[in-house]
T-cell receptor, first 113, second 113 residues
Framework: DTAVSQTPKYLVTQMGNDKSIKCEQN?????MYWYKQDSKKFLKIMFS???????INETVPNRFSPKSPDKAHLNLHINSLELGDSAVYFC????????????FGNGTRLTVT | GNSVTQMEGPVTLSEEAFLTINCTYT??????LFWYVQYPGEGLQLLLK?????DKGSNKGFEATYRKETTSFHLEKGSVQVSDSAVYFC????????????FGPGTRLSVLP
């Protein structure tokens, strides 16, 4: 059973398009995240949701909008895609216990042409 | 401060060599510390963790000890294998309720046969 699953695995699209990435976790965790990993492997947190409420919203263009229909799902919608949005996007989840690690999905490689 | 520093990569070793990847962190409290591994084309997987000072995390022959006095969590393995080739990330959790993880920049390890 996949613990954190995200779709699609690859996404190739043109500038100006709107796209969504979906994420689901079956671990019963309360907190979900979106991270962006650039070509140098730097990981940057974008958003964090706890029980469907936004708790972290780093400096991210407002073209990026997370949506959490329930605590097992956190989707990422991106409007008006730009070349610089090309990256690997990772969904993750954790429990409320401060000792709990993050559990990551396998990533979505977004390529904007 | 709120940062994690890792040694710059890439690190290239021969099979069966000894591995050390240095990691230091800044913290106002006593966060949990983690090492994650990312194999090519995959998400980050938890490798090991330590939740308090002097704890030693270990897994798959890797070890790291939580050193409060030096604010360090260096990763070691006595004899690396080709299959250990990956990117390794040191990370700290927060000491606040909210799980704002901070990741180091990652260290790429290549093990040659």
């Amino acid at each position: 059973d996949t613990a954190v699953s995200q779709t699609p695995k690859y996404l190739v699209t043109q500038m100006g398009n709107d796209k969504s990435i979906k994420c689901e976790q079956n671990l019963g965790h309360d907190t979900m995240y979106w991270y962006k990993q650039d070509s140098k492997k730097f990981l940057k947190i974008m958003f964090s949701y706890n029980n469907k409420e936004l708790i972290i919203n780093e400096t991210v263009p407002n073209r990026f909008s997370p949506k959490s229909p329930d605590k097992a799902h956190l989707n990422l919608h991106i409007n008006s895609l730009e070349l610089g949005d090309s990256a690997v996007y990772f969904c993750a989840s954790s429990s409320r216990d401060k000792f709990s690690p993050l559990h990551f999905g396998n990533g979505t490689r977004l390529t904007v042409t | 401060g709120n940062s994690v520093t890792q040694m710059e990569g890439p690190v290239t070793l021969s099979e069966e060599a000894f591995l050390t990847i240095n990691c230091t962190y800044t913290a106002t409290g006593y966060p949990s510390l983690f090492w994650y591994v990312q194999y090519p084309g995959e998400g980050l997987q938890l490798l090991l963790k330590a939740t308090k000072a002097d704890d030693k995390g270990s897994n798959k022959g890797f070890e790291a000890t939580y050193r409060k006095e030096t604010t360090s969590f260096h990763l070691e393995k006595g004899s690396v294998q080709v299959s250990d080739s990956a990117v390794y990330f040191c990370a700290r959790g927060t000491d606040n309720y909210g799980q704002n993880f901070v990741f180091g920049p990652g260290t790429r390890l290549s093990v040659l046969p």
